[in-house]
């Protein structure tokens, strides 16, 4: 029968969609009013949209329905899914825990994937990228990055170490650098032979 004069057939509602209200997805084409999941019924655009076969799903319910199942299959970054897709009608068989011992000589999965954080010097806390700064080949916090006996704030053009602690170089030279006549300080007196 031909089409006089009205545009292709909505995916969802089958009604007749004009060129004015068109959303096209995967040959197809939509109302913008029917353009939702067909899990949770949450409006889609171009970006959120996921289609399998006939159906268009968001990307979450696209993942719960098709994507991999089972624990630790989130749904972002560092995320531990504990939906199981009932809502979905998806059967999911979840295995007896392991029993844990109390000590554990393997490292968590947090210092396996990212590594063991390094430990400031100064307070001995953990001291991750944001803070860190380098001195004397150790890691430091901003706020500890300081002098040992003077408290100033430290910078890469200022600092000395010495046996794993931190100093300005007024205070190093004081301190630890040469003594003598000529050196700001007399230590001890020259006598004169006549």
């Known amino acids: 029968m031909p089409n006089w004069g009205g545009g292709a057939k909505c995916g969802a509602c089958e009604k007749t969609v004009y060129h004015a209200e068109e959303i096209q997805c995967n040959g ?16 889609l ?14 990307k979450i319910c696209y993942g719960r329905r098709y994507g991999p199942k089972g624990i630790g299959y989130g749904q972002g970054a560092g995320c531990l899914s504990t939906d199981t897709g009932e ?25 396996a994937k990212f590594g063991e954080s390094e430990k400031c010097p100064r307070c001995g806390k953990s001291v991750y990228a944001a803070e860190k700064v380098m001195g004397g080949g ?27 602690e931190l100093y300005c170089k007024v205070c190093y030279a004081k301190n630890f650098g040469p003594t003598g006549i000529g050196f700001g300080g007399l230590t001890h007196q020259v006598e004169k032979k006549e």
Not at 28 to 43: D, G
């Open 28 to 43: 197809r084409s939509f109302h913008k009013t029917c353009f939702h999941c067909m899990a949770c019924r949450k409006a």
């Open 45 to 58: 655009d171009s970006t959120t949209v996921a289609a399998h076969e006939s159906e268009i799903y968001c």
């Open 87 to 111: 809502h979905l009608g998806l059967q999911f068989q979840q295995s007896p825990k392991p029993a844990r011992s109390a000590t554990t000589s393997n490292p968590s999965k947090f210092t």
């Open 138 to 164: 150790k890691p430091w916090h901003k706020t500890c990055f300081r002098c040992a006996i003077c408290g100033k704030s430290l910078e890469s053009t200022n600092v000395t170490d010495k046996d794993g």
